[in-house]
Structures are given as structure tokens and as C-alpha cells.
């Protein structure tokens, strides 16, 4: 029913907006359907198609502990003399876990750069341990890389072929065990030891070489180390394409890394024996010599017994004898670490440690330089010397060395001030005994610094025996607490993941493009896009349908016809009734738009049609003296009309007025001929006459009149109207178009204005798609053309809209 609601200003384009809800949008991607099924079908299938061809990855871990003085006994007996080296650096261990060098020789003792894949289907499958033919290299270059085809022959000869470093059309037949020269270089080839792996022979295989540095990133990339709490253990984990190369890396990177670190403690161990050697035998020689000097001595002195000759003088001196022994040996111990630590060209050596320094501290600065010497060299062996990490112990090392030498100077000059204060004591003793020989005294002299040489003698060698058995009780600095385990099926590429990914963007491609496509279309859609911004009174919707582009005639509903456009205008005409004001009855029907090809005309024709089946004498009258589109579509001569009339008083109504030709019982009336001056024309007086004369005869008079705005006839033909029909195209007209419209509304500019909107599509679309009824052809771009629609092809079939 028509809109009875009161008049109520224009909304604006935030009221527009609220027209497009959640379920409309709903059943607007829901009627592009077809598009949504293509596109999860391109991109389902290609993500398929990915999943088919990704190689799998497998995940393998392994628990491991870093053992401490806390958590180990074994730790607490290594060469660590002190608790600095019990200090645990977590974050340490995991650098040089994940170094370069220990994942270097990891891969060499593995030939992890070597792989061997066959194709299954469109996706490669790794074949380590389990290919049917293994290949040597012999003295093949680390960092070569070269791939190439293997293919058994029979006769223990294999063929290969494709290599990818020379012409791939080449191909070497090799004998298997036999050493042969192939374009990649001299190699070996022989079966697979395990026979369960020879069973098919007939399979392609595909060898590849990777440079070495290019599978250390391959698999510190793969490799995650992560601190289990905040404990000393670390959970490692690695990704391969082999499940049992994953295993056997973890495996073996602990492997190498203990022994590594072994060999660190032995470099210490060594070290620190040679030095006691070196020294044991300098002290042998002295010893040698103050022993032979003695000896000597007594027997050129007959056996004299200097203790008995000297002991009344030597019992006040004893004291001071002892104690100066004792500074002495520290001392001599003191300036052979000094000489040595002074030596240029033993700036990189490790410092001998536990020497039996008095000064704790000293062994501890030995200690804490030594630990950081180590660490140094083995990340330079991984790393340029330009590494922050390496400069900064490289400064620490030189600010610890100089720390050792002040520390030693100091502890130098403090012996040096003890041993002249028991000097001079001792000095005082041995005036008292100036009486005695001199020889006494040299014997004497001779006797306390053999005393000296062999305590100092006795204690290198006790450190000797010790540093012998720190060497031989050296342990690994990591336990593996599980070792490496993990599913034997591929985490990756998951078909699931990969299907539901290319469903979503199968859904998301289209349903953005198309919503997109919503959000830029600023077209008129539906007749709830015109009550949400405009009072006018809507009288119907009249919907678009493909089967009028078949239509042989202008007049597409049918007087028992039930499809949805004969629906409408019955609809359209049943408001249009309601339209009178009191008694007086709306007679002159009068059609207008804003826009060419709205549809005016064929709203004109159907609708006065329709009329005719209430048995309502209609006459249709083209009042669009300039183009006359009414009257070309007739398709039958009617040379005198309106234009005719209006310019010759001599012409009667009778003459313009002619019967349709089809069977529709309804008259028109014609322009006749393009007018020259159209405004003149109307402006007279013999169109209030024409209409009131057709007024006697007829029930309805339906105007066909020119769009509003385009020029003044519109303005000058509302004198003659009773009601005015203002048709809207859906899909053309553009909805920033209706706030002027609700302007002549407002003004009543029209007479007794109502709107019909043309060209809806109705159905689950929500009325978004748009089209037309074939119109082209109208002076101003509009008309009907209906006929023959145009064969469409197969995808116009498929994704066209009904």
C-alpha cells in the first residue's frame, strides 16, 4: 500500500548507511554463491596442490643437563681449583651450542651435507639411512655443491645423470665400489649394507651436495634450544625433512660439544704439566748444583759439624732461619710466575693455575683469566675476531692480565719488605757468631739454600702428581637426561591446515571483493533505500526479470499472468487508486524522472495496460515533444499527434487520437511530428483543452512526460496533472540523487507526487545486483529494445544471475 506517513525531513547519508545489515550482506554473498564455490575450488586446490608437493618435516628432542659442583659429583673433582669455574652461564652454553664450528664438524662426522630423495607423487621424500646406494666423495671440496640422477642398470652398474653443475644431458656409467671420475669429481659408490633398503633398485634417486656452510644455517635455523625454568636444563629441539637425521644430529651435537669441551680441559691440564716439568727440571739442576757445593765442602772441611761449632750463637737465630726459608721458596715461586707473565710471546698462553700462591686471590685472577682465554679462543674458532662478543674478552683479558701482574708486584714488594726485616734480624744472629770460620759460614749459607731448592723441589712435584690425576678425571660438561625421541610422523605440512587455509581464502577473496564492490556502489538498490532517506509516498517495486528481454512486445504482464512483474503493477496500480484526495478523482497520470532510462515509457505502456484489464477505457498521450519515444515504439504510422494539435486549431482530438493495433483495448495519442518549439506549444491553452476533452472520454490518461530538469516541459506540463509518478531506476540512479527529490517533495513542485521504483531484482540478493530491461535507444540515452536476448557463454550461463 502506498505511504501514508507524514512528511519528515531528509536523513542524511549516515541514515543510508544503516541500510545495509548484517543479514542483508548475509543473503547478498550468499546469492554470489557460485563465485564463492569457484574461488574455494581455485584455492582449496591450490593449497592442496601445495600440500602435495612441501617435503615433511619431522620434530625430534632431547633433555639434556649442564652439570655443576651442585648437581654433579664428577663436576666438583674437575680442574676447577676454585667456585669460579662451578658458575654456570646458561645463555654461554646455548651460544656455544648453536655455534657455527660445532655444527660444522656435527655435519662432517654425519655427511649431513650429502642427501639422497626420491619422488613420491608430486612431493620429495628424504631417504637417509635408507637409500638403496650410497655415494663417497673423495676429496670433494666442504663447500661444493652439485646435485645429480642415479639410476641402477643391473650388473652392479648404476647410471647417472643430470648433473647440475655441467651439460645435464650427460651420463656416467659407474661400477659399484670402484672409484670413478664423474664430472662432479672422483667417487664411490656401493650398495646400501642393509638389504631391507635394496629392495627396489629400479627407483630414481637424487644425490645432492650441499656446501657445508649452507647446512650449518640449515639446521641452526632448525635448531631451538630453550631453558627448561630456571634450571640447568635445556630442551633442544630440531626440525628435518629425515626423522632419523633429526635424531642423529641432536645426538651427536651433544657428542662433539662434550668432547670439545674435554679437549679444553685437557689443553688446561697440559699446559699447566708442562710448565711444572719445565720448572721440576731447573729445580733439579739447582738443587744438583747447592748439594754438590755442600758436599764439596764438608770434605775439604774433614766432616766439620758447622751446627755444633755455631749452635750457642744460632739458637737466638733459628726463629728468623725459618721464617726467611719459608719467604724465600714463595718468593722464588712468585718471580717465576712474574718472569713468565712478563714474556711477550706467551700473551695467549693459559697461566699455570693452583701453583701454591699464598694470595688466594692471585689463583682465583689466574683462574678467572684462564676460563675467559678459553672461551675466547673457541668462539673465534666460529667467529671474526671483529664479534663484540670476542672484543669484549679480549678487553677483559687484558684488564685481567694486568690485574694478575699488580697483584704479583704487590705481593713481590711485600715479601721483599718481610724477607729484609728477617734479614736484618738474622744479620743480628750471625754477628754474634763472626768469631766462627769463615767457611762455618759458607756451609751454613750453603745448607739453607739447599733447604729452600728442595722444599720448593718436593712441592712442584706434589702439584705434578695432583694435576696428573685432575687429567685423568676429566668429564663431559652436559648429561643427557632423554635422549632423542619424537613422533615418526610429519608435523608439517598439515593437509588440514592447508585445506582450511585455502578455504578461508577462497571465502575471503570474494566475499572482500564483493563487499568491496557493495561499499563503492552508491546506486539506488532497493525501495528501502528510498523510504530511509525521502518522505515521499512509494507506491510499488517493479522487478527485473531476464524473461523480458525475450519479450516480442512492450507489454509484458498478462491479464491472468501471475509471474512477479504482472504482480507488481497490479500492486502499483491497486496504490495508485489510493492516491485521490476526497471525491475528486485522479485522472491524469502524468510519469517523470530524474534520469534517462529509468523506465518512464515502459512503466507508461504496462501500467495503462493494466488498467484495461479493470475494463478502464485508458489513453496513453506522449507529451515528450522533443524525442516522441512512446510513439516511435508503436511500430505503426500515426503522422498527426499532439505536435499537430497544439500549432493548428483546425486539427480535432479525433484526428490525433489512434487505436492500438495489439490486443490490448487502449488508445493513444501520438506527438506526430519532433516540435520545433515544445515550451510554446505546451504553454497553450490547446493542451488544457486536448486534456479536459480526453477527460470526458476516458478514465485514465497516462502521460508520457520528459525527465525533470533536463529541460522546462516537465514544469509546464504539472498544470494538466493529477497525480505524478516519479520513476526511479535501480542500480542507475544514484542515491546522493534523493535529498532533491525530497526538495520537490517538499516544495510541491509536482502534483500530488508519489515514486515507483524500476528494475529491482528481488530474491536472496537483497535487491543488490542490478541490470536492465535491454533499454537503449531514446533521444536522452534511454528506451526498451526488447527482442532476441543474446546468447550468453558458458560462464555467463554459469555465474549469470537469474
Known sequence: MVNHSTNKPFQGKGKQDQSLYVLDILRYLLANWKWFLLSILVFGGFYYYQYSKTPFLYKKEQTVMIKTATNSMSASRITRPNNFYNIVNVNSEILQLRSQELMRNTISLLNADVSYTKEEG???????????????????????????????????????????????????????????????????????????????????????????????????????????????????????????????MVTKLIEVYNQMTIEDKKTVANNTADFINDRIVIIEKELSSVESSLEGMKTQNQGLDVKSAGEQYWTESRTYQSSSKELATQMKLVEIMRQRLSDPSRVDDLIPSNTGLVDNNIEDIISEYNTLLLRRNRLMSGNSSENPIVQDLNNALSQVRQNIARAIDNVISGFRIRMSNMKDEENAAIGKARSLPSKQRIMLSAERQQKVIEELYIFLLNKREENAINRAMTDDNIRVIDSASGSDAPFYPSKFKKVAIGVAIGIAVPAAILLLMLLLNTKIRNRKDIEDAVSVPFLAEIPFSTEMKSAKSEIVIKEQGVDEVTEAFRIFRTNLSFMSSGDKKQKVITFTSFNVGAGKTFSVINLGVSMTFLKKKVVLVDLDLRKGTLSNITKFPMPIGVTHYLSDSAITVDEIIYKDRTDAEIDIVPIGVIAPNPVELLLSD??????????????????????????????????????????????????????????????????????????????????????????????????????QPKKKGFFSRLFGKN
Not at 627448561?228 to 642423529?248: G, Q, Y
Not at 497516462?702 to 498544470?719: K, M
Open 122 to 248: 608430486l612431493r620429495t621424500i628424504e631417504l637417509y639411512k635408507t637409500s638403496p646406494f650410497i655415494v663417497r666423495f673423495v676429496n670433494a671440496p666442504a663447500n661444493a655443491g652439485f646435485s645429480f640422477n642415479l639410476k641402477y642398470k643391473g650388473n652392479n652398474q648404476v647410471e647417472l645423470s643430470n648433473f647440475s653443475n655441467t651439460d645435464p644431458e650427460k651420463t656416467v656409467t659407474v661400477k659399484l665400489n670402484a672409484e670413478t671420475k664423474t664430472p662432479v669429481g672422483n667417487l664411490i659408490i656401493s650398495a646400501n649394507s642393509d638389504k631391507k633398503f635394496r629392495v627396489n633398485l629400479s627407483e630414481d634417486i637424487t644425490i645432492t651436495k650441499s656446501p657445508i656452510e649452507s647446512m650449518v644455517g640449515y639446521f641452526l635455523g632448525n635448531l631451538d634450544i630453550v631453558q627448561m625454568e630456571d634450571v640447568e636444563i635445556l630442551k633442544m629441539t630440531l626440525e628435518d625433512a629425515s626423522p632419523l637425521r633429526a635424531e642423529d
Open 686 to 787: 490547446r493542451l488544457d483543452t486536448l486534456i479536459n476533452e480526453l477527460k470526458e472520454r476516458y478514465d485514465y490518461i497516462i502521460v508520457d512526460n520528459v525527465p525533470l530538469g533536463i529541460v522546462a516541459d516537465a514544469d509546464i506540463v504539472n498544470r494538466i496533472t493529477d497525480v505524478t509518478i516519479f520513476v526511479v531506476r535501480a542500480g542507475k540512479m544514484d542515491r546522493r540523487q534523493l535529498p532533491d527529490i525530497q526538495k520537490i517533495y517538499d516544495s510541491s513542485a509536482l502534483t500530488n507526487m508519489a515514486i515507483l521504483l524500476n528494475g529491482v531484482k528481488f530474491g536472496s540478493s537483497y535487491g543488490y545486483g542490478y541490470g536492465g530491461y535491454g533499454y537503449g535507444g531514446y533521444g536522452y540515452g534511454y528506451g526498451y529494445g526488447y527482442g
